[in-house]
């Protein structure tokens, strides 16, 4: 699937219940209204569609439990059924194979985070606005969609919200427009996208471009409140664009924003074309300046760059993580290799259990696979030499718009090596002790 071409739609294997491989989707467009006071949301999505290989009885959709009033296949109406979290519509005879198809749902309630091993994902409400978080499987707490992690399509997002808060959204903001105490935001994101990098903030935001030097216009969304600690401690980013460009080629989108919402947040998140912090990653001082690196090099790895099933989240995590050790080399402070040692000394007094290739969903998230990921990518370049490591980098960024595998990836590094690397890939990818460093 290095082409980015999906002739097949295989099913995720983590989250076999979320998604339809029985088809993929080709756009959304989802126009919607939310008022943040009573935490309602109500709109419509409109979903074009390609069927698979062979005739298609039912069109399923993830969606959570939202009241649907309205609902078409190709603009006419169907049979439907809506329970857990399944949306079905199934029309008079099957839909043929390769046959392109839209569905229209109209739907209106309280969107709350989708439960998870991980605690709530997707929509949540903030005490002043809202964010969506959706990794891996909150996407429906907000639209219809098939959400599954090899299923890409582009977005066009309208989004209407009283007059005194901004939407931020993924790609281009198209129009906004004023009107009758609320606002109209259109953002559209043509790159293909997954469904759980799609995103929208609702916040009391001010805006203001970040520093030049950047090769991609870079803007920073902050309450009033947090913006001067906020411009102080992303002062540097335009710089980490710089550095990433040229290590791993050119930034993949036509822009990048990072919004800082006004609650901590455990984790940074990373969305199509931009970067969401909490305030508890804002401190006036660059604390957080790592997490800064491992959000913006998501834009290549694991958003333009996609994994087509979740067992490959190495290959987001493990170059986000290295991304933090390259600019840590490249902007005066420890080098790559020191950072490397102590991964490994970590990593060598816990447990011994992580295959890193394929982590099983319950360790899939674990701090040891971010670690070992930008270690054995350390590995490689030790192994490779900067040239030949760093050639492979940029032809692996280069497949933007691609699903991909660990075989993938390993397939891209050989052809980089003089050497087999079988055996060093083995020990590092498909075993659980960690192997000694060379």
């Given at each position: ?50 069927n ?49 198809f ?8 309280n ?12 929509w ?14 909150g ?29 931020v ?8 427009t ?25 916040g ?10 950047s ?14 600690s ?11 664009a710089?550095?990433?460009?040229e290590?791993?080629g ?20 990373e ?78 007094a ?8 394929d ?6 998230f ?6 070992r ?53 083995r020990?590092?990818?498909f ?8």
């Amino acid at each position: 699937m290095a082409n980015g071409k999906q002739a097949a739609y295989p099913q995720d294997s983590y989250f076999p219940g979320h998604g339809d491989p029985r088809y993929r989707v080709h756009r959304y467009e989802l126009t919607l209204d939310y008022r943040p006071a009573p935490n309602r949301l109500s709109g419509s999505a409109r979903i074009s569609c390609i069927n698979g290989p062979d005739p298609l009885p039912e069109v399923v959709l993830d969606f959570a439990e939202f009241r649907v009033h309205r609902l078409l296949l190709d603009g006419r109406q169907v049979r439907w059924t809506h329970r857990a979290g399944k949306l079905r519509l199934r029309p008079a005879r099957p839909l043929a194979p390769g046959q392109a198809f839209t569905a229209e749902v109209g739907y209106a309630g309280n969107p709350r985070p989708q439960r998870s091993p991980w605690g709530g994902l997707g929509w949540e409400e903030l005490t002043d606005g809202a964010l969506v978080a959706s990794q891996p499987i909150g996407a429906p707490s907000w639209y219809p969609c098939n959400d599954r992690v090899g299923d890409r399509a582009a977005y066009l997002v309208s989004m209407t919200a009283p007059a005194s808060y901004s939407v931020v959204g993924n790609g281009r903001l198209l129009t906004r427009t004023a009107h009758a105490g609320a606002t109209t935001w259109v953002w559209d994101q043509p790159a293909p996208t997954a469904s759980y990098l799609t995103t929208v903030q609702i916040g009391r935001y001010l805006d203001e471009p970040l520093g030049e030097g950047s090769p991609v216009p870079q803007t920073l969304h902050a309450p009033q409140r947090l913006l001067a600690s906020a411009r102080h401690d992303f002062a540097r980013q335009p710089q980490m664009a710089a550095l990433f460009t040229e290590l791993f080629g050119p930034y993949p989108f036509g822009e990048y924003a990072v919004v800082v919402v006004d609650e901590d947040l455990d984790v940074p998140v990373e969305a199509q074309g931009l970067s969401v912090f909490g305030a508890n990653h804002v401190d006036g001082f660059r604390g957080s300046e790592r997490l800064v690196a491992h959000e913006l090099a998501h834009q290549w790895f694991g958003n333009a760059v996609g994994i087509a099933d979740w067992r490959h989240i190495w290959l987001n995590e493990g170059f986000a993580k290295y991304a933090e050790w390259l600019w840590s080399e490249r902007s005066g402070g420890r080098p790559a290799e020191a950072h490397a040692a102590d991964a490994h000394a970590h990593l060598a007094a816990l447990p011994q259990d992580l295959v890193l290739a394929d982590p099983g969903r319950k360790l899939m998230f674990d701090d040891r696979l971010y670690r070992r990921g930008g270690l054995v990518l350390h590995e490689l370049r030790r192994l490779l030499g900067d040239t030949g490591f760093f050639a492979l980098v940029r032809e692996w960024a280069g497949r933007r718009e691609a699903v991909v595998t660990t075989a993938d990836f390993t397939a891209c590094a050989q052809r980089h090596s003089a050497v087999p690397l079988d055996g060093f890939f083995r020990a590092w990818l498909f075993q659980g002790p960690l192997p000694q460093r060379s």
